[in-house]
């Protein structure tokens, strides 16, 4: 059994933060399950504390320095020194690029690239101090380009090269950072880009399904299962990656 450490999990209300934050604490970590509505965490902090674990409920706008700030140090308080965060919010606000008001782009890139630097930012102290720690960002597969989320793939992308960088400046100080990229994941926020298309969901899962190697699309666990190896003490060797979980090879 690995150390307990204490590990954040931003967006994880649902999704596949909601799985992240209960796969961390099947492995034994306190976890504090952040969303931008404390009482939307209700569901993750109560599937976890159902199974032993321990988890508190933060609402904070990870956009927001000063919000940050006091969450992390409310996470470091009442469950302990964080030395495992995960940088999973998200939202989207997809439209072509001639259609994309400002506000789309500032809102996306404001809440994936900003939420996660100062996410980031106010946890390091920590894992520094610790001489331990282990973050993951999530990137995805739009990373590469895809049709109507020029917002979101520049986001996405941007997380790479953060994590990167990341990796650089940290790894003196027994720190990882390693970013993963799902590809087509059954969500909530896949079932509103079906709405968005006219399509229904099953319908856009199933041909969704035959463009992937695994033929199947992947499940929030799916994600979950990656980052638990990437913050374990076996994987004090793996830092700067980007690990495309997609069921299929990507470039």
């Known amino acids: 059994m690995s150390e ?3 590990a954040i999990v931003t967006g994880a209300a649902r999704g596949i933060g909601a799985a992240i934050a209960k796969r961390l604490a099947s492995d034994g970590h306190a976890v504090a399950v952040l969303d931008l509505e404390e009482s939307a965490c ?7 504390t159902a199974s032993g674990g321990r988890a508190l409920a933060v609402g904070v706008d990870v956009a927001d320095e000063g919000g940050v700030t006091a969450a992390v140090e409310r996470v470091a308080d009442e469950l302990g020194a964080p030395t495992i965060l995960v940088n999973n919010a998200g939202i989207t606000r997809d439209n072509l690029l001639f259609k994309m008001s400002v ?3 500032d809102a996306v890139l404001g809440v994936h690239l900003r939420g996660s630097f100062l996410m980031t930012r106010a946890a390091q102290r920590h894992m520094t101090e610790a001489t331990f720690g ?3 960002n999530l990137s995805s597969t739009s990373a590469l380009g895809n ?7 520049a986001a996405k992308a941007g997380m790479q090269g953060f994590t990167k960088t990341l990796a650089i400046e ?3 100080f027994g720190v990882t950072a390693n970013a993963i990229a799902p ?3 059954e969500t909530e926020m896949t079932a509103a880009t079906a709405a968005r298309l006219g399509v229904g969901f099953e319908e856009f899962k199933e041909y969704t399904a035959k463009q992937i190697p695994v033929a199947r699309v992947g499940q929030p666990e799916d994600i979950a299962h990656t980052v638990s190896f990437l913050v374990s003490e076996g994987a004090g060797f793996v830092s700067g990656q980007v690990i495309y979980v997609a069921g299929g090879p990507r470039d």
């Open 4 to 6: 307990q450490r204490t």
């Open 183 to 185: 590809g087509f994941i």
């Open 42 to 48: 209700a569901a993750t902090v109560d599937a976890v």
């Open 103 to 105: 506000e789309d782009w």
């Open 147 to 153: 049709r109507g989320q020029v917002n979101y793939s």
């Open 134 to 136: 282990r973050i993951v």
């Open 170 to 172: 940290l790894g003196k």
